[in-house]
């Protein structure tokens, strides 16, 4: 994986008036992702078979952990089991949520990761400036187009998966606690995986009326048509629009060339706020530059399945279940004052100083970014 500084760097900023557009005005609290272990894909069957934190961003290379099964040793025994392909494609979807809390529960549901939980929160803590845009004051929804150069998935049982572990995962089984394997593996195994490009729009509204999911996805595709002159599938009832205040736009891409790499946080209350030409990003995907952007929903595997040992077994498991609803998403009272958004103290929290911005992420690691 690349480095935090390294990522920065790949951020191209799109210019546009002072009264629509803030991106890291001066003193403004920014939070950024951190990872104490980065796997990196190796060019072939890039992150499949990696493990995954799926309480971090919604299926990034970010997020991805060390390697667990061995595809090489998997393919050379069973080569129909490892399936690699082209398929370009492009297709969307909103998700959305009356509070931050309904929209990650949501989230985790369409990865069908079973339960109720609301995983993935890594991708609102890493966007807005505050934790407070996630009291539960705020509605929250996402519009997010893929750009699908290649899927690479495997068609072997779970229990044949368990005989092709790395012999690191396996030694570390042996000689490390849980909370070890889950900080350096993650949680689930990724088996099925889309590489591509992808640019996704986060919307965040205040709505007084009891049509808060109706009206903040009609509040985001309006600003997905008016700022980035996409056209969102779906009826959204336009007339719900003006019941949106306090409406902020935060938008990232994912893979495609990185001078040409887009991030920024728009103040979309303005009245003439400027269009965004993506065309030039698109039109720079390819398979040279193809990164993890999706999963096919289902398809991640529990770290602990991969365990033949019946206590390890039970052990990790109870380990991955408690850390899970730990991090689930809680919306925290719109009256309190401050505070983490995740079910405990261990999400992310900022505080600026002078010209810079200390981060502490979800693992407590701390980076510190200095603006120009």
């Known amino acids: 994986m690349k480095k935090l500084g390294l990522l920065l760097m790949l951020f191209t900023f799109v210019a546009c008036t002072n009264d629509d557009f803030s991106v890291l ?6 939070t950024l992702p951190t990872a104490v272990t980065r796997a990196s894909g190796d060019k072939l069957y890039d992150l499949l078979g990696y493990g995954y934190d799926v309480t971090g961003l919604y299926f990034t290379s970010a997020s991805a952990k060390s390697k667990i099964i061995d595809i090489v040793a998997l393919r050379k025994d069973y080569e129909e089991r490892v399936d690699i392909g082209a398929v370009p494609s492009n297709y969307a979807r909103m998700t959305s949520g009356a509070t931050a809390q309904d929209y990650t529960r949501n989230v985790t ?12 929160s890594g991708s609102l803590s890493s966007s807005f400036s505050s934790t407070q845009h996630y009291t539960s004051k705020y509605s929250i929804a996402d519009y997010t187009s893929f750009i699908r ?3 690479l998935f495997l068609t072997a049982s779970t ?3 368990s005989k092709y572990l790395t012999k690191m995962f396996v030694d570390d089984l042996s000689k490390q606690s849980p909370s070890f394997i889950i900080q350096h593996y993650g949680t689930h195994v990724l088996t099925d995986i889309t590489l591509g490009g992808r640019i996704t729009v986060l919307y965040r509204s205040s709505i007084n009326t009891s049509k808060k999911t109706a009206t903040v996805e009609a509040g985001c ?12 599938d779906g009826h959204y009832d336009q007339t719900l629009v003006k019941d949106n205040s306090e409406q902020e736009i935060v938008y990232r891409t994912e893979g495609g060339d ?4 887009l991030i920024g946080q728009l103040n979309y209350d303005s009245k003439n706020p400027s269009v965004i030409d993506i065309s030039s990003w698109q039109q720079s995907c390819d398979d040279n530059n193809m990164t993890l952007v999706d999963a096919e929903p289902g398809s991640l595997i529990p770290i602990y399945d991969l365990v033949s040992d019946t206590g390890k077994k039970e052990q990790l498991k109870l380990a991955v279940e408690n850390y899970l609803k730990e991090h689930s998403y809680v919306d925290i009272d719109d009256s309190s004052k401050g505070g983490a958004v995740r079910n405990n103290s261990r999400g992310h929290n900022t505080s600026s100083y ?10 407590g690691n701390r980076s510190t970014y200095r603006r120009p």
């Open 109 to 120: 549901s369409k990865v069908k990761l079973g339960g109720a939980l609301s995983l993935f």
């Open 149 to 151: 150069r290649r899927r």
């Open 159 to 161: 229990e044949l998966l």
């Open 354 to 363: 002078g010209n810079s911005t200390r981060v502490i992420g979800a693992n």
């Open 221 to 232: 595709a309006s600003g997905i048509k008016n700022m980035f002159n996409l056209s969102v």
């Open 258 to 261: 990185p001078s040409r790499a």
């Open 25 to 30: 005005q001066e003193n403004e609290e920014i």
